[in-house]
């Protein structure tokens, strides 16, 4: 029993040590920084709309290198960014896919948050899936998202909410009366990330469709 | 469930699995104009809740996980522990399992509520102590408590604190601690929820006397026979009470009842359980540093 446990414990260990080289801070504003991971090994860097604001973004890799990061993309209704750093990244973040018919994650499963909550670096906080629901934003898109009792503080916002096996399930991106976390769930993401860079929007239908609409869209937001 | 899992996989699958099953079970009460409350299905058709929930006693709404709707009418409560006992109009879900064993302090444990249509909701924390008894407002008494770290999220209460295999440790509520929760042990609810199921409410017995605990001398220790430290002096005996009728007086020591010590006001209060009421008692006391054994016939608490 007590070989158990402490071998339970050595796996959350290691579980986050695996992901902590994925973990960025992002400086957005003038006055708090934000987290965010790495999403591809070229420097895509994915985090929250809303840490981005008043400032040219910087990204602090978790090796302490701090880049000029360049805006891919804000998308404020689902209050997901991606920014790029001109760097490559030995490590990369890894959303959950579920199997076909399965649930992404379970209610009652365990979860880390990673961020930096107060300006805290690289802080770790543990929970499980509180529940699960679905909100519709602003312009009416219907987003999933993760209620969690893992303790999130501002700073956490764009960080990574993990499951066991280590994999994104969620982005930390809200706190609800104070002791309840909402992250959106990862696929909310991944449909972001594939979006930006592999479908052209309306906008720029000059482009062949699968042609990396990055650039286009980050003379748009800029 | 693959074997290649690692332990802590393989915990985390548990935990949903415990959530999943004790989900089941957990029921949404709606009987109050703020959002819903939780109970949990305990016994075929009959449902456990908090009582401050319960602000009617017909037509309740009550919703199951696997989305079976039926109404609940009230069997009964007992303001002392906030339970309430729920009848379903139609059985419609899983019953709830109940470990074997009483929570401890340090055990991991999850609180679920059903407060909306969205599913299952889960805390997870340790047991962090285990209290009582303590005395509540309007004289009753909760024998014994459980106070956790888990969060205890709106709606929550009626809800259970299972154990990591999804058995009921109690009952978790926010309504005999303002801006808190504890949680009401599953021996002790089920006990009161046989009772309510039976008799509607939870009878307490009454004797009518004011007291205070005094040491007793070391010749009132050897008159009785043993090594009790303390009893209860009777400061007030009221007019017709079960007590002045039984012949207690001002200036006794009340040293036992119905065959057990009492050393301590709390402790007299446990023992007049509703099972005494209207019960011919016996009642030791000190009168003039003799022992002397009176028969009471212990009253109701109105």
Redesign the interface.
Same mark, same amino acid.
């Given at each position: 029993m007590n070989t158990?446990m402490f $071998?339970?414990t050595q796996?959350?260990a290691q579980?986050i040590a695996a992901f902590q080289p994925s973990l960025v801070v992002v400086q957005g504003k003038r006055d708090s920084a934000g987290a965010g991971m790495v999403w591809q090994q070229d420097g895509l860097i994915l985090t929250n709309n809303h840490v981005l604001n008043g400032r040219a973004p910087r990204v602090i890799l978790a090796d302490g290198r701090s880049f000029a990061a360049q805006i891919v993309r804000r998308d404020e209704d689902i209050d997901l960014a991606l920014l790029r750093i001109e760097t490559k990244t030995n490590t990369t973040a890894t959303a959950a896919h579920p199997a076909a018919g399965q649930a992404a994650v /379970?209610?009652?499963?365990?979860v880390f948050a990673l961020g930096h909550p107060w300006g805290e670096r690289n802080f770790v906080t543990a929970?499980?899936?509180?529940?699960?629901?679905e909100f519709k934003t602003r312009s009416g898109r219907k987003i999933a998202y993760i /209620?969690t *009792?893992a303790r999130l503080a501002p700073g956490n916002s764009g960080g990574p909410l993990l $499951? =066991? =096996?280590g994999q994104v399930v969620g982005i930390n991106t809200m706190i609800l009366?104070g *002791?309840?976390g909402l992250a959106i769930q990862a696929q909310v993401a991944e449909e972001f990330v594939q979006q930006v860079l592999g479908v052209p929007r309306a906008s720029d239908s000059g482009m062949r469709a699968g042609e990396k609409s990055a650039t286009a869209s980050l003379r748009e937001s800029i | 469930m693959s074997e290649n899992l690692n332990p802590l996989m393989a915990f985390s699958n548990a935990l949903a699995d415990a959530a999943s099953k004790a989900g089941d079970a957990t029921v949404l009460v709606s009987a109050r104009r703020r959002m819903p409350a939780s109970g949990v299905h305990y016994a075929p058709g009959l449902v456990l809740t908090a009582n401050h929930t319960i602000e009617r006693e017909e037509g309740i709404p009550v919703l199951f996980g696997s989305g079976a709707q039926t109404t609940a009418s009230l069997v009964g409560r007992d303001p002392a522990s906030d339970l309430a006992v729920l009848r379903l109009e139609q059985a419609a879900g899983p019953l709830i399992g109940r470990s074997a064993q009483d929570g401890r302090v340090g055990q991991l444990v999850l609180s679920l509520g059903r407060p909306s249509e969205g599913g299952i909701e889960a805390s997870l924390g340790v047991i962090s102590s285990v209290g009582g008894p303590v005395r509540m407002h309007g004289g009753g008494l909760l024998e014994r408590f459980l106070r956790t770290d888990t969060i205890p999220y709106p709606g929550f209460s009626g809800g259970p604190l299972v154990d990591a295999e999804g058995l009921v440790l109690g009952i978790n509520t926010s309504g005999l601690t303002p801006g808190s929760s504890l949680t009401i042990p599953a021996s002790l609810a089920w006990s009161v929820a046989e009772t309510l199921a039976q008799h509607g409410k939870v009878r307490r017995g009454f004797l009518g006397v004011r007291s205070q605990p005094v040491e007793l001398p070391a010749s009132a220790r050897q008159a009785l026979g043993r090594e009790q430290a303390s009893g209860l002096l009777l400061v007030g005996v009221d007019e017709g009470s079960p007590a002045a009728q039984g012949g207690l007086m001002l200036g006794d020591v009340l040293v036992g009842l119905a065959g057990q010590t009492v050393e301590d006001p709390d402790a007299l209060l446990g023992m007049l359980s509703g099972s005494l009421v209207g019960a011919s008692t016996a009642v030791e006391i000190l009168r003039g540093g003799q022992p002397l054994t009176l028969s009471v016939v212990v009253g109701e608490r109105k």
């Open positions: 158990q $071998n339970l796996e959350m579980t /379970r209610t009652g499963e365990l929970g499980i899936v509180s529940g699960q629901g /209620r *009792d $499951n =066991a =096996a009366g *002791d309840q | -």
